[in-house]
T-cell receptor
Framework: DSGVTQTPKHLITATGQRVTLRCSPRSGDLSVYWYQQSLDQGLQFLIQYYNGEERAKGNILERFSAQQFPDLHSELNLSSLELGDSALYFC??????????????FGEGSRLTVL | QKEVEQDPGPLSVPEGAIVSLNCTYSNSAFQYFMWYRQYSRKGPELLMYTYSSGNKEDGRFTAQVDKSSKYISLFIRDSQPSDSATYLCAMSPWGYNKLIFGAGTRLAVHP
């Protein structure tokens, strides 16, 4: 158990809908990362937050947004869902600074299926 | 062309075999190289971490980085059925930030 908790584990929804994925980092970790894992694209970095502020952005679509709350949990919001958004979404956390951070600890992921 | 190329396999070997997993990359700025192991329905977990070139050994696992060839390897000695998983290489110019992952190689070790 990595200590990173993600909910829900599975989610099935329809095209055009909006969903929110939630992540609770390891106790004390200030950095949260979101990754998308799909069969054809592998594991892709989406976005990083450090202590409530956005620190780095990867290949995150404009339909997607994220935030990190004062209690350090994070949410990834996916809207106007398309079939191609079906994937595993992982949250990871680390305990060091916003720059050269330490080891990433991954949660078990949220599996999103868009029908 | 992807920044990091990794053969997805699957790779099937008998128990006790030496396994070689590889990745090639195109970005010469990569300085930090990692191998993650991902069991089915689980998140990736860090297996090995190497900075710049050279070898690193940890038990049955050895990671090698050849920056001149832009090629990294993970060797598993005396492979066990419990090693059956997907192995992902990952790299970055900056440490753990914005890691670029390979597609992952699925390994099956059969008794």
């Amino acid at each position: 158990d990595s200590g990173v908790t993600q909910t829900p584990k599975h989610l099935i929804t329809a095209t055009g809908q909006r969903v929110t994925l939630r992540c609770s980092p390891r106790s004390g970790d200030l950095s949260v990362y979101w990754y998308q894992q799909s069969l054809d694209q592998g594991l892709q970095f989406l976005i990083q937050y450090y202590n409530g502020e956005e620190r780095a952005k990867g290949n995150i679509l404009e339909r997607f947004s994220a935030q990190q709350f004062p209690d350090l949990h994070s949410e990834l919001n996916l809207s106007s869902l398309e079939l191609g958004d079906s994937a595993l979404y992982f949250c990871a956390s680390s305990g060091q600074g916003p720059g050269n951070t330490g080891e990433l600890f991954f949660g078990e992921g949220s599996r999103l299926t868009v029908l | 062309q992807k920044e990091v190329e990794q053969d997805p396999g699957p790779l099937s070997v008998p128990e006790g075999a030496i396994v070689s997993l590889n990745c090639t990359y195109s970005n010469s700025a990569f300085q930090y190289f990692m191998w993650y192991r991902q069991y089915s329905r689980k998140g990736p977990e860090l297996l090995m971490y190497t900075y710049s070139s050279g070898n690193k050994e940890d038990g049955r696992f050895t990671a090698q980085v050849d920056k001149s060839s832009k090629y990294i390897s993970l060797f598993i000695r005396d492979s066990q059925p419990s090693d059956s998983a997907t192995y992902l290489c990952a790299m970055s110019p900056w440490g753990y930030n914005k890691l670029i992952f390979g597609a992952g190689t699925r390994l099956a070790v059969h008794p």
